[in-house]
Protein backbone atom coordinates (compact mmCIF):
# COMPACT_ATOMS: atom_id res chain seq x y z
CA UNK A 1 0.00 0.00 0.00
CA UNK A 2 1.33 3.51 -0.53
CA UNK A 3 1.08 5.86 2.21
CA UNK A 4 1.87 9.26 2.44
CA UNK A 5 2.35 10.70 6.76
CA UNK A 6 2.40 14.22 7.55
CA UNK A 7 2.31 14.57 11.44
CA UNK A 8 2.23 17.90 11.54
CA UNK A 9 -0.84 19.62 10.97
CA UNK A 10 -0.38 23.08 11.88
CA UNK A 11 3.32 24.92 12.57
CA UNK A 12 3.83 28.00 13.64
CA UNK A 13 6.89 29.98 13.29
CA UNK A 14 8.24 33.94 13.87
CA UNK A 15 9.77 35.55 10.95
CA UNK A 16 13.44 34.66 9.85
CA UNK A 17 13.14 31.21 12.26
CA UNK A 18 14.14 27.95 10.58
CA UNK A 19 11.16 24.92 10.29
CA UNK A 20 11.66 21.99 9.28
CA UNK A 21 8.20 19.83 7.73
CA UNK A 22 8.23 16.05 7.86
CA UNK A 23 6.91 13.65 6.14
CA UNK A 24 6.74 9.87 5.84
CA UNK A 25 5.87 7.59 3.12
CA UNK A 26 5.50 3.91 3.32
CA UNK A 27 5.61 1.78 -0.70
CA UNK A 28 6.62 -1.42 -1.28
CA UNK A 29 8.07 -0.68 -4.41
CA UNK A 30 11.71 0.07 -5.16
CA UNK A 31 10.65 2.62 -7.91
CA UNK A 32 8.84 5.67 -7.05
CA UNK A 33 8.95 9.82 -7.05
CA UNK A 34 8.56 11.73 -4.11
CA UNK A 35 7.43 15.63 -4.25
CA UNK A 36 6.53 18.42 -2.30
CA UNK A 37 4.17 21.24 -3.42
CA UNK A 38 3.04 24.23 -1.99
CA UNK A 39 -0.56 25.51 -1.64
CA UNK A 40 -1.01 29.60 -0.91
CA UNK A 41 -4.48 30.78 0.20
CA UNK A 42 -5.04 31.41 -3.60
CA UNK A 43 -5.64 27.68 -3.60
CA UNK A 44 -3.00 26.63 -6.38
CA UNK A 45 -0.81 23.74 -6.22
CA UNK A 46 2.79 25.67 -6.59
CA UNK A 47 5.40 22.39 -7.64
CA UNK A 48 8.42 22.83 -5.29
CA UNK A 49 10.49 19.84 -6.16
CA UNK A 50 10.39 16.18 -7.30
CA UNK A 51 13.23 13.45 -6.25
CA UNK A 52 13.14 10.11 -7.10
CA UNK A 53 13.67 7.16 -5.45
CA UNK A 54 17.57 6.52 -6.59
CA UNK A 55 19.09 9.66 -5.96
CA UNK A 56 19.22 10.30 -2.29
CA UNK A 57 21.09 13.64 -2.81
CA UNK A 58 20.35 16.00 -0.44
CA UNK A 59 19.04 19.32 -1.92
CA UNK A 60 19.44 22.88 -2.18
CA UNK A 61 17.72 25.87 -3.49
CA UNK A 62 17.88 28.97 -2.02
CA UNK A 63 16.15 28.84 1.42
CA UNK A 64 14.65 25.66 0.46
CA UNK A 65 16.15 22.26 1.35
CA UNK A 66 15.20 18.77 1.13
CA UNK A 67 16.55 15.91 3.31
CA UNK A 68 15.81 12.30 1.54
CA UNK A 69 16.12 8.93 3.70
CA UNK A 70 15.38 5.76 2.08
CA UNK A 71 16.36 4.18 5.47
CA UNK A 72 13.63 5.85 7.61
CA UNK A 73 11.67 6.93 4.22
CA UNK A 74 11.28 10.20 4.96
CA UNK A 75 11.71 13.33 2.59
CA UNK A 76 11.31 16.61 5.03
CA UNK A 77 11.56 19.89 4.01
CA UNK A 78 13.97 22.76 5.65
CA UNK A 79 12.68 26.42 4.78
CA UNK A 80 15.41 28.49 6.19
CA UNK A 81 14.97 32.33 7.57
CA UNK A 82 11.17 31.78 6.87
CA UNK A 83 9.29 34.40 5.32
CA UNK A 84 5.56 35.39 5.68
CA UNK A 85 5.12 34.52 2.21
CA UNK A 86 6.05 30.86 2.84
CA UNK A 87 2.61 30.89 5.22
CA UNK A 88 0.65 28.19 3.20
CA UNK A 89 -0.45 24.47 3.16
CA UNK A 90 2.70 21.88 1.89
CA UNK A 91 1.76 18.77 0.64
CA UNK A 92 3.82 15.56 0.57
CA UNK A 93 3.34 13.33 -2.22
CA UNK A 94 4.31 9.68 -3.41
CA UNK A 95 3.81 8.60 -7.11
CA UNK A 96 5.01 5.42 -8.97
CA UNK A 97 5.73 6.16 -12.47
CA UNK A 98 4.25 2.30 -13.56
CA UNK A 99 2.45 1.17 -11.15
CA UNK A 100 -1.04 1.80 -9.87
CA UNK A 101 -2.02 4.33 -12.49
CA UNK A 102 0.70 6.91 -11.83
CA UNK A 103 -1.49 9.02 -9.52
CA UNK A 104 -0.45 11.07 -6.60
CA UNK A 105 -0.75 9.99 -3.20
CA UNK A 106 -0.74 13.42 -0.98
CA UNK A 107 -0.22 13.50 2.85
CA UNK A 108 -2.73 15.60 4.85
CA UNK A 109 -0.47 18.83 4.63
CA UNK A 110 1.18 20.95 7.14
CA UNK A 111 -0.56 24.51 7.74
CA UNK A 112 2.47 26.88 7.96
CA UNK A 113 2.15 30.16 9.19
CA UNK A 114 5.09 32.54 9.48
CA UNK A 115 3.86 35.49 12.14
CA UNK A 116 6.21 38.88 11.07
CA UNK B 1 5.18 28.78 -20.88
CA UNK B 2 1.73 27.45 -21.56
CA UNK B 3 0.54 25.69 -18.28
CA UNK B 4 -2.65 23.38 -17.61
CA UNK B 5 -6.07 25.89 -17.98
CA UNK B 6 -8.67 25.02 -15.81
CA UNK B 7 -12.28 26.91 -16.46
CA UNK B 8 -13.94 27.81 -14.92
CA UNK B 9 -12.21 29.21 -11.75
CA UNK B 10 -14.94 29.34 -9.97
CA UNK B 11 -18.69 27.92 -10.02
CA UNK B 12 -21.87 28.46 -7.93
CA UNK B 13 -24.38 25.90 -8.29
CA UNK B 14 -27.60 24.50 -6.42
CA UNK B 15 -28.22 21.26 -4.99
CA UNK B 16 -28.86 18.74 -7.25
CA UNK B 17 -27.96 21.08 -9.98
CA UNK B 18 -25.38 19.59 -12.90
CA UNK B 19 -21.65 21.27 -13.19
CA UNK B 20 -19.53 20.70 -16.09
CA UNK B 21 -15.43 21.37 -15.30
CA UNK B 22 -13.02 21.81 -18.34
CA UNK B 23 -9.57 21.36 -18.53
CA UNK B 24 -6.67 22.09 -21.14
CA UNK B 25 -3.61 20.27 -20.59
CA UNK B 26 -0.16 21.64 -21.75
CA UNK B 27 0.55 21.63 -25.59
CA UNK B 28 1.00 17.99 -26.22
CA UNK B 29 0.44 16.07 -22.67
CA UNK B 30 -1.93 13.01 -24.10
CA UNK B 31 -2.66 12.22 -19.89
CA UNK B 32 -5.17 14.13 -17.74
CA UNK B 33 -5.68 13.63 -13.73
CA UNK B 34 -8.52 15.00 -11.98
CA UNK B 35 -8.36 15.48 -8.34
CA UNK B 36 -10.87 16.41 -5.58
CA UNK B 37 -9.50 18.60 -2.51
CA UNK B 38 -12.25 18.94 -0.10
CA UNK B 39 -11.91 21.90 2.63
CA UNK B 40 -8.88 21.28 4.60
CA UNK B 41 -8.24 18.17 3.13
CA UNK B 42 -5.65 16.35 1.04
CA UNK B 43 -5.93 16.39 -3.11
CA UNK B 44 -8.05 12.95 -3.65
CA UNK B 45 -7.57 10.78 -6.85
CA UNK B 46 -11.17 10.96 -8.80
CA UNK B 47 -10.33 9.56 -12.72
CA UNK B 48 -7.37 9.52 -15.47
CA UNK B 49 -6.88 9.45 -19.01
CA UNK B 50 -4.41 8.64 -21.47
CA UNK B 51 -4.82 9.29 -25.34
CA UNK B 52 -8.44 10.25 -24.63
CA UNK B 53 -8.97 6.86 -22.69
CA UNK B 54 -9.72 6.11 -19.21
CA UNK B 55 -6.80 4.98 -17.94
CA UNK B 56 -7.48 4.64 -14.01
CA UNK B 57 -10.08 5.86 -11.62
CA UNK B 58 -10.24 6.72 -8.43
CA UNK B 59 -12.64 7.73 -5.62
CA UNK B 60 -15.21 9.20 -8.03
CA UNK B 61 -19.03 8.56 -7.32
CA UNK B 62 -21.11 7.34 -9.79
CA UNK B 63 -22.93 10.87 -10.34
CA UNK B 64 -19.67 11.67 -12.00
CA UNK B 65 -18.30 11.31 -15.37
CA UNK B 66 -15.63 12.31 -17.36
CA UNK B 67 -13.91 12.60 -20.64
CA UNK B 68 -11.00 13.02 -22.69
CA UNK B 69 -11.84 14.70 -26.63
CA UNK B 70 -10.00 14.88 -29.57
CA UNK B 71 -7.43 17.26 -28.84
CA UNK B 72 -6.54 15.63 -25.27
CA UNK B 73 -8.81 18.60 -23.44
CA UNK B 74 -10.80 16.63 -20.73
CA UNK B 75 -14.14 17.38 -18.89
CA UNK B 76 -16.05 16.17 -15.47
CA UNK B 77 -19.29 16.35 -15.54
CA UNK B 78 -21.28 16.41 -11.61
CA UNK B 79 -25.01 15.40 -11.73
CA UNK B 80 -27.01 15.63 -8.71
CA UNK B 81 -24.98 17.87 -6.83
CA UNK B 82 -24.84 17.60 -3.16
CA UNK B 83 -23.33 19.91 -0.63
CA UNK B 84 -20.36 17.42 0.07
CA UNK B 85 -19.25 17.90 -3.49
CA UNK B 86 -17.83 21.71 -2.54
CA UNK B 87 -14.73 21.40 -2.93
CA UNK B 88 -11.63 22.69 -5.37
CA UNK B 89 -11.31 20.32 -8.50
CA UNK B 90 -7.67 20.15 -9.80
CA UNK B 91 -6.42 19.03 -13.08
CA UNK B 92 -3.23 17.82 -13.70
CA UNK B 93 -1.47 17.02 -17.14
CA UNK B 94 1.14 14.43 -17.85
CA UNK B 95 3.17 14.63 -21.08
CA UNK B 96 2.87 10.94 -21.20
CA UNK B 97 1.64 7.96 -19.15
CA UNK B 98 3.82 7.13 -17.14
CA UNK B 99 5.70 10.34 -16.81
CA UNK B 100 6.48 11.25 -13.59
CA UNK B 101 6.12 15.26 -14.54
CA UNK B 102 2.65 16.19 -13.80
CA UNK B 103 1.38 19.60 -13.92
CA UNK B 104 -1.36 20.95 -12.01
CA UNK B 105 -4.13 23.94 -12.95
CA UNK B 106 -5.33 26.53 -10.99
CA UNK B 107 -8.18 24.74 -9.87
CA UNK B 108 -11.91 25.37 -10.05
CA UNK B 109 -13.45 26.08 -7.02
CA UNK B 110 -16.87 24.91 -6.35
CA UNK B 111 -19.55 25.68 -4.01
CA UNK B 112 -22.81 23.58 -3.77
CA UNK B 113 -25.69 25.73 -1.91
Known amino acids: AQKVTQAQTEISVVEKEDVTLDCVYETRDTTYYLFWYKQPPSGELVFLIR??????QNEISGRYSWNFQKSTSSFNFTITASQVVDSAVYFC?????????????FGTGTSLTVIP | AAGVIQSPRHLIKEKRETATLKCYPI?????VYWYQQGPGQDPQFLIS???????DKGSIPDRFSAQQFSDYHSELNMSSLELGDSALYFC????????????FGQGTRLTVV
Open chain 1, 51 to 56: RNSFDE
Open chain 2, 92 to 103: ASSPREGSTEAF
Open chain 1, 93 to 105: ALRHPIFTGNQFY
Open chain 2, 49 to 55: FYEKMQS
Open chain 2, 27 to 31: PRHDT
